[in-house]
T-cell receptor, first 114, second 109 residues
Framework: DSGVTQTPKHLITATGQRVTLRCSPRSGDLSVYWYQQSLDQGLQFLIQYYNGEERAKGNILERFSAQQFPDLHSELNLSSLELGDSALYFC?????????????FGPGTRLTVL | EDQVTQSPEALRLQEGESSSLNCSYTVSGLRGLFWYRQDPGKGPEFLFTLYSAGEEKEKERLKATLTKKESFLHITAPKPEDSATYLCAVLSNDYKLSFGAGTTVTVRA
């Protein structure tokens, strides 16, 4: 158990809908990262927040947005969902904000768009 | 564009049969190379970070090495519990993190 929690574990929704994924980092970690893992594209870095501020951006679509709250939990919002958004979404956390910090991954949220 | 290629895609080993996994990369300046282990349905688990060519790190039966163009993950005398997908990721000078597709290792008793 990495200490990172993600809810929900599974989510099934329809195209065009909007969903919110939630992540609570390990106690003491200030950084939160979001990743998407699909069968055809592998693991893709989406975005990083450090202490409430956006720190780095990867391959995140404009339909997706994220934020980190004062209590350091983070939410990833996915809107206008398409079939291709079906994937495992992982959250990871680290103590520092630098890219060399060891990241601890949560168990993931499996999103299915029908 | 940064590229990370892992080979082979899959590896089937007998318990005790040592082998190596390869991660070759093309990146605009390497800030770090990371190895992760991922079990089915779970998040990746950090194994190693390597920063410069010639660096080596070890953990139990795993040893990671780094050259200017590739990294190897050596598995010595593997056990069935070493069965997993091993992911390699590189961090470029402009702080972009790119993952390889992974090598799925199956160790038979």
């Amino acid at each position: 158990d990495s200490g990172v929690t993600q809810t929900p574990k599974h989510l099934i929704t329809a195209t065009g809908q909007r969903v919110t994924l939630r992540c609570s980092p390990r106690s003491g970690d200030l950084s939160v990262y979001w990743y998407q893992q699909s069968l055809d594209q592998g693991l893709q870095f989406l975005i990083q927040y450090y202490n409430g501020e956006e720190r780095a951006k990867g391959n995140i679509l404009e339909r997706f947005s994220a934020q980190q709250f004062p209590d350091l939990h983070s939410e990833l919002n996915l809107s206008s969902l398409e079939l291709g958004d079906s994937a495992l979404y992982f959250c990871a956390s680290s103590v520092g904000g630098g890219p060399r910090n060891e990241q601890f991954f949560g168990p993931g949220t499996r999103l299915t768009v029908l | 564009e940064d590229q990370v290629t892992q080979s082979p895609e899959a590896l089937r080993l007998q318990e005790g049969e040592s082998s190596s996994l390869n991660c070759s990369y093309t990146v605009s300046g390497l800030r770090g190379l990371f190895w992760y282990r991922q079990d089915p349905g779970k998040g990746p688990e950090f194994l190693f970070t390597l920063y410069s060519a010639g660096e080596e790190k070890e953990k139990e039966r795993l040893k990671a090495t780094l050259t200017k163009k590739e990294s190897f993950l050596h598995i010595t005398a593997p056990k069935p519990e070493d069965s997993a997908t091993y992911l390699c990721a590189v961090l470029s000078n402009d702080y972009k993190l790119s993952f390889g597709a992974g090598t799925t290792v199956t160790v038979r008793a």
